[in-house]
Structure formats: structure tokens, C-alpha cells
């Protein structure tokens, strides 16, 4: 299952956007081992974005589930560097897997 | 201009709210953007908080002046501009009041479209940019009651450099960090708040991003410089060398809420475009 941020939101620039992107990777993966979530579309995105979907899911179902169930597409070169450094950043997250 | 500011806000506390200030732009010799944006909010504000504000129409047209106009400054606060004439400069993205419900759209089809169109580049060079603007925005959503922000462009081709000038009427950086760090200065404060990964928690996507990806970008990489006014703190932060260092000042006038002047190097932005691929975590 591809779920395509644009179909959702306008953008990803907030953290509300970022909600809305949690709770369709949530309700995707309950009836889905994996998904793949497409920035086609988008070129940017927010730390603030980042936090509310793809951080929270990590911190509320662990960071292996976040990368072995979530594949990331179509995203821009901004994309993948926010998401990587936001997930290697994220004090939080690394309290969790200690 | 934070002297001024700082005479205004003793104005209020001595007269309260339902004071009546007058701008008199008859002696103005010089303004910069940062001045522009900090006067537009300034005005917003008393306005807010129940001040009568008045403007007096300059009778000469001085170069300081002219750049008010052309930058529709007279416009936006008492309705026409002064000068016929006025027309607002090619270099020039007037200044604009917006609430954060509009900054995105804003950004991705006016500034940037503007910026990339200036610099002869793609909108992709600015992307990093745009995230940075976007993530300060976001934080005055977050730190202020009033929604609202003040945002200035000019590019200097001579120069090869763009001014963007963003400000709010929020609590002020200092404010907020001494929720979690209550006995830092206010320029000590900013410089906190700008380290990776601090936070003062306000809300739970906030986990302190903003400031320290803004120095990155303008700082580290573009090799820009930016300063940080807010409350009595200025904090200017560039790079010495391979370095980044900041100074500071204190004390030498007042800024209501945050003022961030970027100051972006155009001869370092390097032209790329679009590339999407997959993403491995």
C-alpha cells in the first residue's frame, strides 16, 4: 500500500500536517505488515512535520518498527535528510532503545 | 530601533494601555530592512494592545523615506502611499504581515518563486531555505498569542547578498528558555536556544529544531550570518573560519517578541535541481 502525502495535506510543513500523516500510517499498518509513504509532490518538509508523524509512530511503536515497516518514496534530497537526521537526533528515541 | 522601542515600552507602563504614540518620520536619515520590519511590527502591536498609533507624512523625500514608500511601509499602515511615484523596487519583496494559516503557501509561491527568479537559480538551490523560514514560523505559532509575523526581502546584486527579516511580538526567545533555564541573560538565552536539540518543551512537537537548522544553513553552509534580536539580547552568529562563533550585546535597548535577520551570501548558493529517490532509515 503507497499512501501519497499530497492526498492528504497540502503540504508538510506543521505539526497538525504531521498528525494527519501519523494517523493514515496507523490505520495503514494495522492492516499491512509494511506500506510506503510517497513525497511525490512535496519537496520540503518541517522538523515540526517530522515529529508528529514519523517520531511519534517511532516513539509509540519503537524505532525498528518505524524502519522495517515504513518505506519512504519519491522523497526529495531535503526529505531524506531531515527524516535521517531527525531519527539520529531524537534524544527521545534513543532513551527508548537503551 | 531598539532604543526606540525600549522609550515606547516605558511609555506603556507609565500611561498603560490606550496610550497614543506619534511616528515622526521628518529626521529619518537611514533605515535598514531589519528597521522596516521592526517598525511594522511595532506599529501592529500597539494597535493590539489598544494604542492609538499615528504616522506623520514625511514632506520631504528623502532616500530614507523613498525606501519606506517603495517598500510600501506607508502603504500598509496609513493607506495610500506617499508618492505618487512610488513603485516598489525590483529587488525589493515588500514588506508583508502574515499569519502563520498563510506563511507556507506564501513561501512556496511567492518568496521563493521571487528569490529563485532574483538569483537566477532553481527553487530547488532554496529549498533549505525555505525549510528554515517555515520551521521559524512554525515557532512563533507556537510562542505568541498573536499568530502574526512581519517578513522583508532585499537583494543587493552588487553585494551578492539577500536581507530577509522575519519578526514576531511573541514572549520573546529569553522568555521561553528560562522555563527550563531560569537564570541565563537574554543574550545568553538565545545562544541556548539556537544548540541542537534544545527545547523548552512548550508544546510535544516541539523538540528544538528551528534555531540550530537556521545557523546551519546560513551559517555553515552558506556562509551567511544571522542575528538574533530579542528582548534585550542581540546575538550575531558567523563564521570565523572554519568556525562558526557568536557575539553578543545586552542591554542596549528592548525588542518585543523576536527579530531574525538573515543575511544570505547569493555568490555560495549552488544551482541544483529536483531529485527524488527511495529512502533507506
Redesign the interface.
Known sequence: MVITVIALT??A???SQ?AVLFDAITAALSDAPTISVS??GI??????FT??SF?RFAQENGLGA??TRI??????????E???N??A????LMLAAA | MSRVVADITTLIRNHGIGCEVHFDFSNLGFIRPAGIVFLTNMIHWLEAEGCRVSLNKPQVRTQACAYLDDSKFFEEHLGVPIWEDSRVRSTTLPVQLIRHERIHQWLRGDLIPWLAGSLNVSSAALSDLQVCISELFNNIKEHTRHDIGSIFVQHYPNEKRVIIVLADFGVGIPETVRRVEPSLEDAEAIIKATQEGFSSHSIATNQGYGLDILLKTVVERNQGWVTIYSRQGIVRFAMNGTKMEHSSKSGVGFCPGTTVEINLRTDTIVDTQEDEEDFEW
Open positions: 497540502s503540504g510543513d506543521t505539526a504531521g513525497f511525490d519537496a520540503t518538509v518541517t522538523s515540526s515529529n508528529a517520531l518505524l524502519k518505506r519512504i518514496v519519491n522523497a526529495s534530497s531535503q526529505i531524506r531531515m527524516l535521517r531527525r531519527v537526533n531524537s534524544k527521545s
